[in-house]
T-cell receptor, first 110, second 114 residues
């Protein structure tokens, strides 16, 4: 079983719709969680950190469920510019390395 | 605009060439990283420097040689690479070497080995 698993998609979603991704992690000692987005042939860019209480940044909401060991990303009122690959990233206590999921490909359709 | 700057953006080299990739950040970050990314795959960690000292080497072949001349600069020296080494090479930095802090990536060097 992979340490961090994501549905690779692709998700093809009409503009203005709401879309949600989940990401599961296997290490119960995981301590920090992030969502990155990566556009085609570009570098990953930090979208948001994920806090235990959940957090929101504009149209984006991230949640953490430690009991079930998953994090989620919700995008409301999706825009064409949201088209990208979304990478779930996890780190574990005592391990400084980022563990990446394989990414979920999202395409927003006009 | 990225705050981690990588040069060159593109590099084509033969298997016998020697070249270097450069990375620079002025955010005062004390941890810097090299990653390799193949198409449709997530980044794979290669090296980690913390306070200018090599902290992690993910069993990378010796044809890749990292160097951290100072806290702002990170180099990756390349020699006798193989065609399978063609990839996007990403540099990243974070405040310190702790998993609690996100890493900030440069826009990468796209490397092609002929």
């Amino acid at each position: 079983r992979k340490e961090v698993e994501q549905d690779p998609g692709p998700f093809n979603v009409p503009e203005g719709a709401t879309v949600a991704f989940n990401c599961t992690y296997s290490n119960s000692a995981s301590q920090s969680f992030f969502w990155y987005r990566q556009d085609c042939r570009k570098e990953p860019k930090l979208l948001m950190s994920v806090y235990s209480s959940g957090n929101e940044d504009g149209r984006f909401t991230a949640q953490l469920n430690r009991a079930s060991q998953y994090i989620s990303l919700l995008i409301r009122d999706s825009k064409l510019s949201d088209s990208a690959t979304y990478l779930c990233v996890v780190t574990s206590f005592g391990n400084e390395k980022l563990t990446f999921g394989t990414g979920t490909r999202l395409t927003i359709i006009p | 605009d990225t705050e981690v700057t990588q040069t060159p953006k593109h590099l084509v080299m033969g298997m016998t060439n020697k070249k270097s990739l450069k990375c620079e950040q002025h955010m005062g970050h004390r941890a810097m990283y090299w990653y390799k990314q193949k198409a449709k795959k997530p980044p794979e960690l290669m090296f980690v420097y913390s306070y200018e000292k090599l902290s992690i080497n993910e069993s990378v072949p010796s044809r890749f040689s990292p160097e951290c001349p100072n806290s702002s600069l990170l180099n990756l020296h390349l020699h006798a690479l193989q065609p399978e080494d063609s990839a996007l090479y990403l540099c990243a930095s974070s405040h310190q070497l702790t998993g609690r802090q996100p890493q900030h990536f440069g826009d990468g060097t796209r490397l092609s080995i002929l």
